[in-house]
Each structure stands twice: as structure tokens, then as C-alpha cells.
């Protein structure tokens, strides 16, 4: 008994040359050593057992990514800057054509006008303060007084007039932007147009891929395109042939909203001196 009693140490130390034991104390769950060491406390061991519980009754739960992690991209949609398929038109019919906003003719109006305007105002608040009115309204008022109504300078005057109202006319019910081919639409909040000269040179690239054009031009309007090309080898009608079903496929490709009708002219070059 006293070799055993010797073999240990104090109270509460192991045998000699050891730390001390592990003693775990009731209702606590954790050793000398863990409360030594900062393991964890009683609570965190709870913490963690009803979590494991309620993993095995409901599986994993679900945290999200990782942090520092790439977010799941976002299903394709109307808004996606992924892929982008545009809506197909719902009109009928072709598209109207673009509208000038026709700001020089409207500014010079504007401004002749309003010179007008403001000069009579000037006079006649000045003809109203007691001052004579200004000579070229005296004048003025004494020509139209003496002449007669078919006068030269007045018929002059008048055929002026009524062509520059004649031409603001015009200009107010025209749309303009002639040289503005309107294109295809393809969604219903996108208008498109494309140049006429554009349209020309890319028509003129497709006839020059043609076997046997040596030279093409090409002038594009918008019901009607004129294509004069000169053949420099083989039979002038396969070039043509070729050249036809080349500028068809060029104009399906411009997405255009009036397909216009090609005139096309196949010729061979002129011969030197």
C-alpha cells in the first residue's frame, strides 16, 4: 500500500514526472486540461451537439457561397447582358420613315421674325411716345399709298413671298433625311437606319467579289438600285447572272424595310486608243 501511495504524488498529481491529472468534474464536461488550455466551455459543447442533432434530422443546411467565393451567375432573361434576344416586332407593315428636325430653316425663320416683329414694336412705341415714326415706314406707307396692285416690284414681292411660304410648307410636311434608309425592326423600342452611301459600298464590295467584274458603281435610292459593272473575262450573261444573285443576297443582308428593285447593267470595258 505505502509502494502505491509512494509511486503517486500529492493529491491530484500524477505519477512522479507527469503533469497532473484529468479529472473531469461533474455537470461541467470538460477536463482540467481544456479549462487550462481555453477549450471549449459547457455551453459551446451544447451549441454544437443540438446542431448535429439538427443536421442528421434535416440534412445540411444551406450558407450561401463561401466568402471571397464567385456569386451563381443569373438565368438568361430579358435583362441578362449575358445574351441578349431581342423581342420580334409586333407592327405591321413597314416602318415610317426618320423625321429632320429641320433646325436651320426653323432658326432663320425664327430670327427674320423676330427682327420684324421687333423693330415694328419699336416704331409704333415710339410713333405712341410722340416721336415720327421711322423713314422706312413713311416710305413704305407712300409706295403702297401710290403704286398700283399689279406693279412690277410688287407682283416681284408677292411671287417671293408665296414661294417662301410655299417652301416652309414643303419643309413642315416632308420628312426628310433622304440619304436615311430605314432599316428592319427587330424590337419593337429600336428604330435603325442606315446611310445610302453605306449601303452603296458594301453592294459594291459584294459585286467586286464576283468572278470576272473588273469595276463596278453603284447608287443606291430608296426604291430603286443602279448598278453599272464592266467584265473584263467570261460570257457577259453568267457575270450578270453571278452579279444578280450576289447583290440579292447583299440586300437580304442590309435589313432593310423596303427591299429596293436592282437595274443592273453588265458591260465590257472600253478598249484603249
Known amino acids: 500500500m505505502s509502494d502505491r501511495l509512494s509511486e503517486r504524488g500529492p493529491t ?14 461533474p455537470g461541467h464536461g470538460q477536463t482540467e486540461r481544456e479549462r487550462a488550455e481555453g477549450g471549449p466551455t459547457a455551453a459551446e459543447e451544447a451549441v454544437r451537439e443540438e446542431g448535429a442533432r439538427e443536421e442528421a434530422a434535416n440534412g445540411p443546411a444551406d450558407h450561401g457561397p463561401a466568402p471571397g467565393a464567385d456569386a451563381p451567375l443569373p438565368p438568361y432573361g430579358p435583362g441578362s447582358a449575358t445574351r441578349h434576344d431581342p423581342a420580334p416586332g409586333t407592327g405591321r407593315g413597314r416602318p415610317p420613315r426618320f423625321w429632320s428636325a429641320r433646325r436651320i430653316p426653323a432658326a432663320l425663320v ?3 421674325v423676330l427682327g420684324a416683329a421687333g ?9 405712341r411716345a410722340g416721336r415720327p415714326a421711322m423713314y422706312w415706314r413713311r416710305e413704305l406707307a407712300t409706295q403702297l399709298a401710290q403704286q398700283r396692285l399689279d406693279g412690277a416690284w410688287l407682283l416681284t414681292a408677292a411671287a417671293v413671298a408665296m414661294a417662301l411660304g410655299l417652301w416652309l410648307l414643303v419643309l413642315a410636311l416632308t420628312p426628310g433625311l433622304r440619304g436615311l434608309l430605314p432599316m428592319r425592326r427587330e424590337a419593337a423600342h429600336v428604330r435603325a437606319g442606315l446611310d445610302r452611301d453605306a449601303a452603296a459600298l458594301i453592294l ?4 467586286m467579289e464576283v468572278s470576272g467584274v473588273r469595276s463596278a458603281r453603284v447608287r443606291v435610292r430608296r426604291r430603286r438600285v443602279t448598278v453599272r ?19 440579292d443576297i447583299g440586300l437580304d443582308e442590309l435589313g432593310l424595310a423596303r427591299t429596293p428593285a436592282v437595274r443592273l447593267r453588265v458591260r465590257r470595258p472600253p478598249k484603249k486608243g
Open 12 to 25: 491530484g498529481q500524477g505519477p512522479r514526472g507527469q503533469g497532473p491529472t484529468e479529472r473531469a468534474q
Open 204 to 207: 459594291r464590295d459584294r459585286a
Open 119 to 127: 423693330l415694328l414694336l419699336y416704331d409704333v412705341a415710339a410713333v
Open 110 to 112: 425664327a430670327l427674320v
Open 229 to 247: 459593272a464592266d467584265a473584263h473575262f467570261r460570257e457577259l450573261g453568267a457575270v450578270r447572272a453571278d452579279l444578280a444573285e450576289a447583290l
